[in-house]
């Protein structure tokens, strides 16, 4: 059975940072590129970044570039996404993703999905 575990969220203040983590389980990690999605309230879900396979290409939407950093770590098949600079349009709950699919973006390819967690930035 796979597990995507995801843990991090909290309340933050403008301009703060939170690291979200994923720890996978139940899937052989390193055949998966893996990501995070998050979805706002009213709105659709949406690709934030995510992680090769191999961990040598890193992908970004244009609103998080430069502020996000996503990484992860084989050894404890847990993936990383540091946030800094948070600002109030960040609030959503996060969504760890894995997928086999280069479709990464879409979530409509994604295999298997975590339980999300909150982010909330107050300004």
């Known amino acids: 059975q796979v597990q995507l575990v995801e843990s991090g969220g909290g309340l933050v203040q403008a301009g703060d940072s939170l690291r979200l983590s994923c720890a996978a389980s139940?899937?052989?990690?390193?055949?998966?590129?893996m990501g995070w999605f998050r979805q706002a309230p009213g709105k659709e879900r949406e690709f934030v970044a995510c992680?090769?396979?191999?961990?040598?290409?890193?992908y970004y939407t244009d609103s998080v570039k430069g502020r996000f950093t996503i990484s992860r770590d084989s050894a404890k098949n847990t993936v990383y996404l540091q946030m800094n600079s948070l600002k109030p349009e960040d609030t959503a709950v996060y969504y760890c993703a894995a997928t086999r699919s280069t479709a990464f973006t879409t979530s409509a390819f994604i295999k298997y999905w975590g339980q999300g967690t909150q982010v909330t930035v107050s300004s």
């Open positions: 992680i090769t396979s191999s961990g040598g290409r890193t």
């Open positions: 139940g899937l052989t990690f390193s055949s998966y590129t």
